[in-house]
């Protein structure tokens, strides 16, 4: 497996436990419009992800983050960097 | 044409669904009179006040009146123009003066409005390369700050001191950091554990703002905030403030000890782009600030109505937001917006006035009725107001 592959399977295994509406989750998955989390589930979520991933996920990169793939994307420049 | 206002479509649905039921548009109470501190009438009714700020009844206080007419008199009704140029006047000094006697710090800096006063400080001191850590219950002019300046914005879970040490632990150590709290949040009317959230942030470098807006006046000894109840006065780098609130009237503060404090005025833009305060607002609040100085029974009083509010409604079987009173706002959860729209609504037909309060204003979704406390609200006035309640409670099936 793959550093990105890794990353997205551990993102899945967070979005779980919070996918009340059981949607079928892929990369193309929105967190607003698929997944329909309000603002505070989000919190929640990129709480444990930072915890997980040991990082920061700021607001202003949050406003540019929509779907998975991108967080999974955002996360492996955050570990690499 | 693609009409701008179509994005308010689901707002404007909500309330017209909420007001063809027939109930009072809650957002659009008008005061007829004002009495007193406490009293008002509204509809034609006398309406007894409990959605106010007015923590400390100052507003009708006969010396700070007589401070706001002797400088309508003398100085005119507005000073046309910014406090760095033809807007400041003796009484913008004596009124920063005060504020410096009473939160005994070296800097004061007056704002037009509390709102300014946040947006100002937060989106001045805090640049580019910089780290804002702030409650996720912050107050909207918080956010506002932090969206007018372009710093990097990290929220914390609600009062969580582990979630803000272990965010402040993540950061690049060089970076400049500014913690933001507030003493008393306004929504559950809870109190931040800023003791040990306050240790944290100075053991990670970083400088700690402090929105004191609704504890001035009445908690710590001196009546400046819950920074000093909890003894932490001399490690807030800033104490944001209000005259809208315990002062009785309006306006904005910075206060601090920072030595290069005063180049603020040259760079904040909230605070030169605008108009200063009227020169009966500063005396009026100069005066009334004073005399908070000496106002220790008061608190007490305030105290003892806050406690017997919040086990009055917990006996009637209402649920609250906090499981003790931890400051003059008491927050009933109601279950929806509409049974919290129906109950403001009776309480109105009774008497009684409180905010409604709904989100996004409010966390996790709540509908609030909030009560807030003067100190001039009378024994017989809290008996009063937790028979309303009771009434309405009962007429609305919010307690049986």
């Not at chain 2, 000496?294 to 209402?318: I, M, P, T, V």
């Not at chain 2, 006035?353 to 996790?364: D, G, I, K, Q, S």
Request: glycine share 8%; net charge negative.
């Amino acid at each position: 497996m793959t550093d990105r592959q890794a990353t997205y399977a551990k993102v899945l295994e967070l979005v779980e436990p919070l996918n009340k509406k059981g949607v079928a989750v892929t990369e193309a998955t929105r967190f607003a419009q698929d997944l329909e989390w309000d603002s505070l589930t989000v919190l929640d979520f990129v709480a444990n992800i930072e915890d997980e991933f040991d990082v920061i996920i700021t607001m202003n990169m949050q406003a540019e983050i929509e779907t998975i793939g991108q967080l999974v994307d955002a996360l492996d420049k955050l570990q690499a960097g | 044409m693609n009409d701008l206002f179509s994005k308010f479509d689901p707002l404007i649905e909500m309330r017209e669904g909420l007001l063809k039921g027939g109930v009072t548009d809650p957002f659009n109470l008008v005061m007829e009179r004002v009495e007193s501190p406490t009293v008002a009438i509204c509809n034609g009714r006398r309406t007894i006040l409990l959605g106010t700020y007015n923590y400390m009844g100052m507003t009708f206080d006969p010396d700070v009146i007589a401070a706001g007419k002797r400088a309508l008199d003398e100085f005119g009704s507005g000073t046309t123009g910014s406090r760095v140029l033809n807007g400041t006047y003796a009484g913008h000094r004596a009124v920063e003066d005060a504020l410096r006697d009473f939160y005994a710090m070296d800097h004061a800096m007056v704002f037009s409005t509390g709102y300014q006063a946040n947006l100002g400080i937060i989106s001045t001191i805090a640049g580019k390369d910089d780290y804002i850590i702030l409650d996720i219950d912050s107050h909207a002019s918080i956010y506002d700050g932090c969206a007018l300046g372009n710093a990097q914005i990290v929220p914390f879970r609600h009062n969580d001191i582990e979630a803000l040490e272990k965010r402040l632990k993540r950061l690049p150590p060089e970076a400049g950091k500014l913690v933001v709290l507030e003493g008393v949040y306004s929504m559950l009317g809870d109190v931040a554990p800023l003791k040990d959230m306050v240790a944290v942030s100075k053991a990670a470098g970083a400088m700690v703002l402090v929105d004191e807006a609704h504890s001035m006046g009445f908690i710590g000894e001196h009546g400046r905030g819950v920074a000093e109840a909890q003894g932490v006065m001399d490690d807030v780098d800033f104490i944001i403030g209000t005259f809208s609130k315990s002062v009785g009237t309006v306006g904005g503060f910075c206060v601090s000890n920072h030595p290069k404090f005063e180049i603020l005025r040259l760079v904040c833009r909230p605070y030169v782009f605008t108009a200063s305060l009227p020169p009966s607002v500063v005396a009026t609040a100069a005066t009334s600030i004073r005399k908070l100085m000496h106002s220790a029974d008061k608190r007490a009083h305030l105290w003892e109505n806050s406690k017997r509010l919040h086990a009055g409604l917990r006996q009637l079987g209402f649920t609250l937001g906090t499981d003790e009173p931890q400051s003059a706002i008491i927050a009933v959860i109601m279950p929806d917006l509409e049974t919290g729209a129906a109950m403001w609504e009776a309480l109105l037909h009774e008497g009684l006035y409180v905010n409604l309060a709904r989100p996004p204003a409010t966390p996790a979704g709540m509908t609030l009725l909030r009560c807030s406390l003067c100190a001039l609200h009378s024994e017989e006035q809290v008996g009063e107001i937790l028979g309303m309640f009771a009434a309405a409670g009962r007429a609305t099936g919010c307690i049986s």
